[in-house]
């Protein structure tokens, strides 16, 4: 039987019996890699980043900074670890601790192996070069969004901005920027086994078919951002864990004439970069979906199988007028994402069925917006989220599609608001006259995020602001 392992700063480590359940935060610190720490355990404080070697975009290998306390050690078998004690020591430090350092941007230290290794990622990032200065990026090309999800209590933000912003460019005898040169490591099909539970990595997508229609039972599983935080915080203990997150036939991606093709298991962050723009209204939503730790995890697919009223992509793919490819063991089938929700948390989809593909028809919408709204600018769960596609011509609106999210107990498309527009005017009048009606959409609730008439009253506002903006009057 083939011994389950992974290699931790450059060394092969077997990962021995533990219970199938065991986070990679755990199974680091329990064998002495304690930089990384527990903070939250649901992946919004960042103090457990590590970084993975994943298969690149633009390099054979991209450093990829995640949530160490949502993955299970089970799914790292064969894969390549960095954690913080592996970028450099106290005699020689990695460029990213030293700036930290000589900068002050570590005060009582808890988060600061986290933002190292966040910032390492951005630090190691194909395509990162000088450019010309804003509040979000430095004149180094350093995104700041890249330490979205990670949060520090005690020495403010400012210095640690300062030594990201002052990070030059990996020498040429940097190990770790070498090593992405090399391919990142293949997939590994593999089989834990506990008292917990099982958990299996299958080598194809029939496998996995085959799988699911013998065990209907199963936890699905691609980034953990969603089942990682059930694990920790409510104890679940699935009997079976199938891991699809590096299955080739769920990893497509293709830009056509007619249609966009995304794999379900790609990330957010893998789209975003492989779209680069051409999706609009994704790239609206993109930036506040989360945290780049979560979006580097959190695959499209698994953010549309949770089947949430409150999932941002679902408000944005309803706009686009998405279809979803649901693959099982019978074969496959098209649906509708407008029709793939029937109520909370519930779908179309079978327990035999997995997400293969989001196809998206072109051409796209020439108006496109998408507003989230939050108690928080970024890495936050939405109240109300809204996205719109909108064609006017000549002054007349000829088609319109908005998702809502938020507003019922399913993400929907706002049927009443889209007739009400359609043939219209594109004038205030007209948007001010159908932000009633689109203030009356949905069956809003009241909840600890926001009240019944606040998420209406957003509503009726987002139209006007999605109008203002078009004529140039809002930012």
């Known amino acids: 039987m083939t011994t389950q392992s992974l290699t931790v700063n450059g060394e092969r480590t077997a990962i021995g019996a533990v219970p199938v359940h065991t986070s990679v935060l755990d199974w680091l610190r329990d064998r002495g890699l304690t930089g990384a720490k527990e903070g939250c355990a649901e992946g919004e404080c960042g103090a457990c980043s590590v970084l993975l070697a994943r298969p690149g975009i633009d390099t054979p290998t991209e450093w990829t900074a995640v949530n160490a306390c949502l993955l299970p050690i089970?799914?790292?078998?064969?894969q390549e670890v960095i954690t913080s004690e592996g970028l450099g020591t106290p005699a020689d430090l990695h460029p990213v601790q030293q700036e930290l350092a000589v900068r002050g941007g570590s005060q009582c230290g808890f988060c600061t192996p986290g933002f190292v290794c966040s910032m390492a990622a951005e630090y190691y990032r194909p395509g990162r070069s000088a450019c010309e200065g804003s509040p979000e990026h430095g004149e180094n090309g350093f995104d700041l969004h890249s330490l979205s999800g990670n949060l520090c209590r005690c020495t403010g933000y400012r210095p640690i901005r300062d030594a990201a912003y002052a990070l030059g460019e990996p020498t040429e005898n940097d190990a770790l920027n070498a090593r992405a040169a090399a391919p990142a490591p293949a997939p590994?099909?593999?089989?834990?086994?506990?008292?917990?539970?099982?958990?299996?990595?299958?080598?194809?997508l029939a496998d996995a078919l085959s799988l699911l229609g013998e065990r209907e039972d199963a936890e699905v599983v691609a980034g953990?951002?969603?089942?990682?935080?059930?694990?920790n915080i409510f104890g679940s203990r699935p009997a079976l864990t199938v891991a699809i997150d590096r299955l080739d036939e769920l990893r497509e991606f293709s830009f056509g004439a007619d249609e966009v093709r995304l794999g379900a298991a790609l990330t957010l962050t893998e789209i975003e970069r492989r779209l680069a723009g051409r999706v609009p209204l994704l790239s609206e939503m993109f930036p506040q979906f989360a945290s780049r730790l979560i979006r580097n995890g959190a695959t499209i697919g698994g953010n549309l199988g949770t089947g949430s009223p409150i999932g941002d992509t679902p408000p944005a793919l309803l706009a686009l007028d998405a279809s979803l490819v649901l693959a099982s063991h019978r074969g496959e089938r098209v649906v509708p994402l407008a029709d793939y929700f029937t109520g909370y948390r519930q779908t179309v989809k079978a327990a035999d069925e997995l997400i293969r593909t989001i196809v998206i028809p072109l051409p796209l919408a020439p108006m496109t917006a998408f507003h989230k709204i939050a108690k928080r600018r970024f890495d936050d769960i939405s109240s109300v989220a809204i996205g719109y596609a909108l064609d006017v011509r000549d002054g007349v609106v000829r088609d319109a599609r908005i998702g809502l999210g938020g507003v019922a107990a399913t993400p929907l498309r706002a049927r009443e608001t889209e007739a009400a527009l359609i043939g219209q005017p594109w004038t205030e009048e007209t948007?001010?006259?159908?932000?009633?009606?689109?203030?009356?959409?949905?069956?809003?609730?009241d909840d600890h995020r926001a009240s019944s008439s606040y998420r209406s009253a957003m509503l009726g506002q987002s139209l006007l602001r999605c109008y203002f903006a078009e004529q140039g009057v809002l930012a």
């Open 74 to 78: 089970a799914a790292l078998d064969g």
């Open 188 to 204: 590994v099909a593999t089989g834990m086994h506990s008292a917990e539970g099982s958990f299996i990595r299958p080598a194809s």
């Open 224 to 231: 953990c951002t969603d089942t990682g935080v059930q694990v």
């Open 431 to 445: 948007v001010r006259n159908v932000a009633a009606v689109m203030a009356a959409e949905g069956t809003p609730m």
